[in-house]
């Protein structure tokens, strides 16, 4: 029988290497990552239902202030560490003081998809869209949204994730692979 001793105390000192907590994990993951709250984007829409709106895309194309609403609505929870240095903030209260710029033009149009996804109840979508850093630079993004296992009653838990695309998108490769030797 081969002596697992040394994968034993080896796996033992990865574990003691490892981030202490889920916290952690969230702070140093290698993509932009927000916790947000859209229990009020729910409360919005139960309205909406209540008054019988069945089209949300024409409803909201009637009156882009609906989407604004939304918008407003969302309550940042949390962003990583990458999220600051993506979008070139110096911390949390510069980047949510400025997310007029960072969420502009083509945004839009993919925020207006994004509810219509939560409206017919998918909680998980993704797609490619375009935001800005502070600095005005266009980021491609390819977008990730899930709403916590256990929170689909009522959306108070989201996780987005953006995984910058832009250099993929502009023809200068594959996003983190480096060409360094």
């Keep these: 029988m081969p002596n697992n001793q040394g994968r034993v105390l080896q796996s033992v000192a990865m574990a003691s290497n490892a981030p202490a907590d889920d916290a952690d994990m969230f702070d140093l993951a290698p993509v932009s990552l927000w916790l947000e709250d859209f229990s009020a984007v729910r409360e919005i829409f139960e309205g909406w239902h209540a008054q019988g709106i069945a089209d949300l895309r024409a409803f909201l194309l ?15 929870i949390k962003v990583n560490q990458r999220t600051l240095t993506l979008f070139g903030a110096k911390d949390v209260d510069h980047l949510v003081s400025n997310l007029g710029t960072v969420f502009r033009d083509e945004m839009v149009g993919h925020f207006h998809e994004q509810l219509i996804d939560l409206w017919e109840n998918r909680l998980f979508h993704q797609r490619e869209v375009v935001n800005h850093s502070l600095e005005g630079q266009q980021l491609h993004v390819h977008l990730q949204f899930s709403v916590f296992p256990g929170h689909e009653a009522d959306w108070d838990l989201a996780l987005v994730a953006l995984t910058d695309i832009t250099r993929a998108q502009e023809g200068g490769g594959v996003p983190g692979v480096s060409r360094q030797a």
Excluded at 62 to 76: D, P, T, W
């Design 62 to 76: 009637e009156n882009l202030a609906r989407v604004a609403k939304c918008s407003s609505s969302i309550r940042l």
